[in-house]
Protein backbone atom coordinates (compact mmCIF):
# COMPACT_ATOMS: atom_id res chain seq x y z
CA UNK A 1 0.00 0.00 0.00
CA UNK A 2 2.77 2.27 0.79
CA UNK A 3 4.27 4.49 -1.87
CA UNK A 4 7.73 3.97 -1.84
CA UNK A 5 10.18 2.30 0.98
CA UNK A 6 10.70 5.14 3.53
CA UNK A 7 6.83 5.25 4.04
CA UNK A 8 6.42 1.25 4.51
CA UNK A 9 9.41 0.94 6.68
CA UNK A 10 7.92 4.17 8.59
CA UNK A 11 4.25 2.58 8.64
CA UNK A 12 5.65 -0.85 9.70
CA UNK A 13 7.59 1.01 12.56
CA UNK A 14 5.32 3.36 13.98
CA UNK A 15 2.73 -0.58 14.25
CA UNK A 16 5.81 -2.08 15.87
CA UNK A 17 5.92 0.63 18.79
CA UNK A 18 2.36 0.42 18.64
CA UNK A 19 1.99 -3.21 19.08
CA UNK A 20 4.99 -3.64 21.57
CA UNK A 21 3.13 -0.80 23.87
CA UNK A 22 0.52 -2.40 23.70
CA UNK A 23 1.93 -5.79 24.54
CA UNK A 24 3.24 -4.01 27.93
CA UNK A 25 0.28 -2.46 28.87
CA UNK A 26 -1.81 -6.29 28.60
CA UNK A 27 1.17 -7.28 31.04
CA UNK A 28 0.48 -4.53 33.39
CA UNK A 29 -3.39 -5.27 33.51
CA UNK A 30 -2.62 -8.85 34.22
CA UNK A 31 0.05 -7.47 37.17
CA UNK A 32 -3.00 -5.25 38.55
CA UNK A 33 -6.08 -7.53 38.05
CA UNK A 34 -4.56 -11.64 38.73
CA UNK A 35 -4.08 -12.89 42.30
CA UNK A 36 -0.56 -13.25 43.17
CA UNK A 37 -0.27 -16.44 42.90
CA UNK A 38 -1.70 -16.62 39.69
CA UNK A 39 0.43 -14.08 37.71
CA UNK A 40 3.34 -15.41 36.25
CA UNK A 41 1.27 -18.03 34.72
CA UNK A 42 -1.07 -15.42 33.37
CA UNK A 43 1.44 -13.76 31.84
CA UNK A 44 3.49 -17.04 30.92
CA UNK A 45 0.19 -18.07 28.85
CA UNK A 46 -0.62 -14.98 27.97
CA UNK A 47 3.06 -14.93 26.31
CA UNK A 48 2.44 -18.15 24.76
CA UNK A 49 -1.02 -17.33 23.49
CA UNK A 50 0.07 -14.18 21.83
CA UNK A 51 3.20 -16.13 20.10
CA UNK A 52 0.73 -19.17 18.90
CA UNK A 53 -1.69 -16.36 17.61
CA UNK A 54 1.34 -14.95 15.42
CA UNK A 55 1.89 -18.77 14.17
CA UNK A 56 -1.99 -18.99 13.33
CA UNK A 57 -2.33 -15.22 12.58
CA UNK A 58 0.11 -14.82 9.63
CA UNK A 59 -2.08 -17.87 7.12
CA UNK A 60 -5.11 -16.76 8.48
CA UNK A 61 -4.72 -13.14 7.82
CA UNK A 62 -3.78 -13.97 4.65
CA UNK A 63 -6.64 -16.35 3.69
CA UNK A 64 -8.94 -13.73 4.85
CA UNK A 65 -7.22 -10.57 3.05
CA UNK A 66 -7.05 -12.83 -0.39
CA UNK A 67 -10.79 -13.75 0.12
CA UNK A 68 -12.24 -10.87 1.77
CA UNK A 69 -9.68 -8.18 0.59
CA UNK A 70 -7.61 -5.69 2.97
CA UNK A 71 -10.76 -4.01 4.07
CA UNK A 72 -13.20 -7.06 4.22
CA UNK A 73 -10.16 -8.41 6.57
CA UNK A 74 -10.44 -5.45 8.54
CA UNK A 75 -14.14 -5.96 9.40
CA UNK A 76 -13.45 -9.77 9.78
CA UNK A 77 -11.01 -9.10 12.90
CA UNK A 78 -13.16 -6.18 13.71
CA UNK A 79 -16.05 -8.45 14.00
CA UNK A 80 -13.91 -11.37 16.40
CA UNK A 81 -12.99 -8.59 18.39
CA UNK A 82 -16.20 -8.37 19.44
CA UNK A 83 -17.10 -11.96 19.32
CA UNK A 84 -14.24 -12.11 21.69
CA UNK A 85 -15.09 -9.19 24.33
CA UNK A 86 -18.71 -11.00 24.52
CA UNK A 87 -17.12 -13.72 27.02
CA UNK A 88 -15.34 -11.04 29.36
CA UNK A 89 -18.69 -9.03 29.83
CA UNK A 90 -20.45 -11.96 30.49
CA UNK A 91 -18.07 -13.63 32.96
CA UNK A 92 -15.64 -11.00 34.10
CA UNK A 93 -16.62 -9.86 37.39
CA UNK A 94 -14.11 -7.31 39.27
CA UNK A 95 -14.75 -8.28 42.97
CA UNK A 96 -12.16 -6.18 44.71
CA UNK A 97 -11.25 -2.64 43.75
CA UNK A 98 -8.83 -1.67 45.38
CA UNK A 99 -5.10 -3.06 45.23
CA UNK A 100 -3.93 -3.79 48.76
CA UNK A 101 -0.27 -4.31 49.45
CA UNK A 102 0.39 -7.46 52.11
CA UNK A 103 1.93 -7.40 55.34
CA UNK A 104 4.66 -9.17 56.09
CA UNK A 105 5.33 -11.18 58.88
CA UNK A 106 6.91 -8.62 61.38
CA UNK A 107 4.49 -5.61 60.53
CA UNK A 108 6.15 -4.05 58.05
CA UNK A 109 4.92 -3.40 54.17
CA UNK A 110 5.97 -5.53 51.70
CA UNK A 111 6.77 -3.91 48.17
CA UNK A 112 3.58 -2.93 46.41
CA UNK A 113 2.46 -4.26 42.84
CA UNK A 114 3.95 -1.17 41.29
CA UNK A 115 7.21 -1.02 43.31
CA UNK A 116 8.80 -2.94 39.85
CA UNK A 117 8.38 0.42 37.72
CA UNK A 118 10.67 2.22 40.36
CA UNK A 119 13.56 0.23 38.38
CA UNK A 120 14.69 2.03 35.67
CA UNK A 121 15.68 -1.21 33.69
CA UNK A 122 12.16 -2.04 33.94
CA UNK A 123 11.17 1.33 31.82
CA UNK A 124 13.96 0.44 29.26
CA UNK A 125 12.47 -3.20 28.44
CA UNK A 126 9.97 -1.95 26.19
CA UNK A 127 11.80 0.10 24.52
CA UNK A 128 14.75 -2.42 24.08
CA UNK A 129 12.13 -4.59 22.49
CA UNK A 130 11.40 -2.27 20.31
CA UNK A 131 14.77 -3.04 18.62
CA UNK A 132 13.33 -6.43 17.56
CA UNK A 133 15.83 -6.62 14.69
CA UNK A 134 14.54 -10.89 14.20
CA UNK A 135 10.59 -10.38 14.63
CA UNK A 136 10.96 -6.80 12.55
CA UNK A 137 12.98 -8.91 9.48
CA UNK A 138 10.93 -12.03 10.01
CA UNK A 139 7.51 -10.33 9.53
CA UNK A 140 8.62 -7.54 6.66
CA UNK A 141 11.60 -8.44 4.73
CA UNK A 142 11.01 -12.12 4.78
CA UNK A 143 7.81 -11.91 3.15
CA UNK A 144 9.13 -9.09 0.59
CA UNK A 145 12.33 -11.47 0.02
CA UNK A 146 10.11 -14.61 -0.26
CA UNK A 147 7.55 -12.79 -3.13
CA UNK A 148 10.66 -10.55 -4.95
CA UNK A 149 13.41 -12.88 -5.33
CA UNK A 150 12.27 -16.35 -5.17
CA UNK A 151 8.84 -16.03 -6.92
CA UNK A 152 6.86 -17.43 -4.27
CA UNK A 153 3.44 -16.45 -3.10
CA UNK A 154 2.42 -14.85 0.31
CA UNK A 155 1.04 -17.62 1.42
CA UNK A 156 4.47 -19.69 1.45
CA UNK A 157 5.63 -16.51 3.23
CA UNK A 158 2.96 -16.42 5.97
CA UNK A 159 3.74 -20.93 6.06
CA UNK A 160 8.05 -19.67 6.54
CA UNK A 161 6.93 -17.37 8.94
CA UNK A 162 4.64 -19.45 11.26
CA UNK A 163 7.25 -22.41 11.16
CA UNK A 164 10.06 -20.13 12.35
CA UNK A 165 6.89 -18.61 15.00
CA UNK A 166 6.07 -22.18 15.88
CA UNK A 167 9.49 -23.50 16.64
CA UNK A 168 10.60 -20.81 18.19
CA UNK A 169 6.90 -21.63 21.03
CA UNK A 170 9.06 -25.40 21.99
CA UNK A 171 12.74 -24.01 21.49
Known amino acids: ?10 SRTFWVFGYRIAFVAVMTGVALTAPGK ?13 ALATVIGAPFGTTIGKT ?28 NLEMRSPKSSNGSKTPGIFS ?9 IPFLGLANAAGFAATFFV ?9 LSADTASTIISASYGLAIFV
Open 68 to 95: FGWQGGLRAFAIMALIGAIPVMLFYRQK
Open 1 to 10: ISTDYLEGLT
Open 116 to 124: AFKIPVVWS
Open 38 to 50: WRGKAMGILGAMA
Open 143 to 151: PSVVVSQFK
